[in-house]
């Protein structure tokens, strides 16, 4: 049986160049890049072209990129190197109820150290108001942190509008891009953010290795600390296989991002407009037009997404119920609670995203499973039963 | 050319099952361990074997191992950790003048944010003395941090001894075992330390990833917040392909650590005994018995040791001048300063470390070379050209 993986956002498969580039160091370059000896200077010149590859995808210079081990410490660093590095100037941060677990619990945190966070509320599609970040903003302000685009239901954040208020303002700006680089076009200085995060694994690049832009001259401490690498923004001896996998991955989103936008379209497309001739009782989620589009999250009325997960895998379909990182926690999606959705609803909600690999045979065949599945969940739920009772 | 390799310290070469398990991983494995479908559940028994492993090598549970990014992450992972979880019972910490760069970092960070640091002197082979740390604790002391052996000359402290100290006053202890974990036999139970730090890329492991023991119970916040990764103590997808090599490094370390350690000692020695033959005017570095096998530091007075390795990497000797880490700063070790050198002949200090590939013929090369570069190189010092002259 051929396995249909539409969990792209869990992780991508190692594109075919990027396998290649991790195999070359795994057998040849073994050096410490900071060593000033021939196979210290083999393992530099690796993560100096990683770097120019990773700095074009964003439009930044090369020196802006700092390497980390994932979009989880990008984050991190981002947040608590503002607030540690701003706390005498101001301790209110600004952020909204639906960014990933990492920023969320990141200012929980702070809180905890002292720090006033107002985390502001999006609208039925996620959707954040410009206006009510600027009304937030009060001399205290030292960080904003708004993601690009949201990993459970891909909607889009006015962030060039966002980022121009926080430049007004003199507030430092973050922006979590994780579930959006590598897959739309970002350009750092047409948005005008201080930061930015991102993630290898979303776009055919390895797990456990990302990036931060840092715009020059933006206050953070290092979260890292010791040695003087990354420009000394980031302590420890660099993952050098992980990082010339991203490189690769980013060069290789660039040459091929077009045309992956232009399968991704087509296949979410095909993909809705499937699901919604085929099952009754369905609700799309996020926003009709600023949304990612290699993503589709769909609720599922009177079953649970867990359920119909784990019967799709059985089927050879591999999908997901919400951002693997939170998959060990059994709580309804933070997500789609803030945008209105009920507990119920919520914890019935697949989350489908495709990758450069993905084919329309295979939307195909997730719309022959899917309804049978769905059918054979709700037969054995007594809410569908009274529901259709009625 | 064959080239010798005898900076071991900054990285060591890949073992070749290292090599094998980290390709299959990037030709097999791009899953999301939390992800629960087979994909995720191929990546997560992946984890799984690599903790086993890792645990194995500390004599240590499997569940007690959280995979890191490095040395310096989970350095800075157990100093932080338990100074922000501990902050309320107190905000003493104490350490010694000759700590790795990430553990005196996180020391003045944590200074800024209202912390008392009592930094201990160490004597002229660089050990600490128990009775001191004894002294030192105060009932506002959170947290211990002392190396197991020291990664500029190799003294190996004594843990076990501070360690009961500790464990007496119920104070925190973390030791720093970057150097020694994979080289010299360690059991975490026996030495009954809280916390220890370790890097794979000393035992023949890739760059970039490593282990924080965290014994059960131990008071510790998360460095990197986000989701439910690694038993809730490090968030972020992890690192797969260097998780499984740090697994198979720590394995084969297990497997091959007593084979390793006899040609370490024979390679000390026979360089010891060789350079003392040829040069005169050299001083030997570190304790004399309590030392790591692998490891030589020595300072030729009257030159510069950056000079002295340029100049046998022009000769194929790879070779440091101190810790990799610290090669973009120009000021002299402050670990041979803690020991009372003089900033000059600190200068002048190579440091010489073995791996499993090393040969005989490889310090025969050495012994070769290195009386003849000195003396060139002494030959244009105008001090050396003084004290001959007396």
Aim: proline share 4%; hydrophobic share 40%; charged share 20%.
């Amino acid at each position: 049986m051929n396995v249909v993986y539409l969990d792209n956002y869990a992780a991508t498969p190692l594109h075919p160049k990027v396998k290649e580039a991790m195999h070359r160091i795994v057998d040849e370059v073994f050096g410490n890049p900071s060593s000033d000896h021939r196979f210290g200077q083999a393992a530099a010149e690796a993560l100096d072209t990683a770097r120019k590859q990773t700095a074009n995808l964003l439009g930044s210079e090369a020196e802006e990129i700092v390497f980390t081990s994932g979009g989880t410490e990008s984050v991190n660093h981002a947040i608590k190197g503002v607030a540690f590095s701003q706390r005498e100037k101001g301790r209110h941060i600004i952020t909204t109820n639906i960014e990933h677990k990492s920023v969320l619990n990141c200012l929980r945190t702070l809180r905890l150290l002292d720090y006033q966070i107002t985390s502001l509320d999006v609208d039925q599609y996620g959707l954040v108001d410009p206006a009510a970040v600027e009304k937030a903003i009060t001399d205290q302000t030292v960080l904003i942190t708004i993601q690009l685009a949201n990993n459970e239901i891909g909607t889009i954040q006015p962030i060039a509008e966002i980022a121009k208020i926080a430049r007004q303002k003199k507030v430092v700006f973050h922006t979590d891009a994780v579930a959006a680089a590598g897959i739309i076009p970002i350009d750092v200085k047409a948005l005008d953010v201080d930061l930015l995060s991102l993630a290898a694994n979303q776009f055919n690049g390895p797990n456990g290795v990302g990036a931060l832009y840092v715009k020059r001259g933006t206050p953070l401490w290092p979260l890292l600390e010791g040695g003087v690498q990354e420009n000394r923004k980031r302590a420890g001896t660099e993952n050098v296989v992980g990082i010339v996998g991203l490189g690769m991955a980013a060069e290789m989103a660039w040459l091929e991002g077009h045309e992956r936008l232009e399968k991704f379209r087509t296949l979410r497309r095909k993909l809705i407009d499937g699901l919604k001739a085929r099952i009754p009782n369905l609700k799309f989620n996020g926003h009709p037009t600023q949304v990612l589009p290699h993503l589709v999250s769909v609720s599922v009325e009177f079953i649970e997404g867990e359920g119909l997960m784990l019967l799709l895998d059985e089927e050879g379909i591999c999908v997901a119920t919400r951002s693997a990182c939170a998959s060990g926690s059994l709580r309804a999606s933070h997500v789609l609670i803030g945008t209105g959705m009920d507990f119920a609803l919520a914890q019935g909600t697949l989350l489908i995203t495709f990758g450069r690999d993905n084919t329309e045979a295979e939307v195909d065949r997730l719309l022959e499973v899917m309804p049978r599945v769905v059918q054979t969940l709700r037969d054995m739920s007594p809410i569908y039963q009274k529901s259709v009772a009625r």
